[in-house]
């Protein structure tokens, strides 16, 4: 009788081991969450300017540091929290002494406040949310772990830098998370993909800092903060059926 395997267990993104053992294997092979800089260049390139001083946070062993920095955006620190991950990518960059890379967790970031223009973020951010169950109602670990973030890159940014968020979160899942007014910033969003009619598309996400948010953006970011709805209570048992009650009782 042949031994069937127990299924694997899913990945743990939210766990360190994971990415060392990754990176490890992988090294700095280029992995891109999302797609490429290409993809999205269009709707990120209006929010750069060529003197920008660029934070990316989680930037595992994605091109998109390096892809900015071939465009002329030459102030580039890119974080991760492995450091199997930033020795790859400082190893296979070393010929770009620009590019500037280390050890970081994005929930305290070693930056004094207001001392950079911009920060970017592809993906990160939705590991934090990814063993949620209900997308409508995050736990309220999941909530304070994603505020603990964006506090901190609000905290980095100089009045009128912005953040910008490229995920495949939809706008109703993720606005409340980012429509804080604690943050102090406005938000607006785009959506972006390939054109085709069955692609999946993605969404990137501007927040600018010192702007206010819209009314609109603001109940949002209040409806995170409330309880979920309780159950609705069980549904009586239906009535027996006098039709099929009368049917039953005819002699044939």
């Known amino acids: ?25 992988e090294g700095a092979e280029t992995r891109e969450w999302l797609g490429g800089l290409s993809r999205f260049l269009p709707q990120l390139e209006p929010e750069l300017r060529p003197g920008d001083r660029i934070l990316v946070l989680g930037c595992g062993n994605s091109a998109l540091s390096h892809d900015l920095h071939k ?10 929290f ?3 991950c930033i020795a790859a990518m400082r190893a296979r960059y070393a010929r770009c002494p620009g590019l500037r890379w280390a050890v970081m967790d994005i929930r305290a970031l070693a930056f004094p406040d207001a001392s950079l223009d911009v920060v970017l973020e592809k993906g990160t951010l939705d590991v934090l949310l990814v063993e949620e169950t209900d997308p409508w109602h995050v736990s309220p670990q999941a909530a304070a772990a994603m505020h603990r973030v964006l506090a901190e890159v609000s905290r980095v940014l100089r009045p009128g830098g912005c ?6 979160a939809q706008p109703h899942f993720r606005k409340p998370h980012y429509a804080q007014e604690a943050f102090g910033w406005s938000l607006r969003h ?4 390939d054109g085709d009619a069955g692609a999946f598309h993605y969404f990137l996400y501007v927040m600018r800092k010192g702007q206010p948010l819209e009314p609109r953006d603001v109940a949002l970011g209040r409806r995170l903060h409330q309880p979920p709805p309780a159950p609705a209570p069980p549904l009586p048992p239906a009535p027996p059926d006098d039709d099929e009650d009368y049917l039953l009782a005819i002699q044939l």
Do not use: N
């Open 1 to 25: 009788m042949e031994r069937r395997r127990a299924p694997a267990a899913p990945p743990r993104y939210g766990r360190r081991r994971f990415w060392d053992e990754l990176y490890r294997r």
């Open 163 to 168: 953040f910008i968020s490229i995920t495949f």
């Open 190 to 193: 785009a959506a972006c993909g």
């Open 82 to 84: 492995s450091a199997a």
């Open 71 to 80: 465009l002329g955006y030459t102030d580039v620190t890119s974080i991760d």
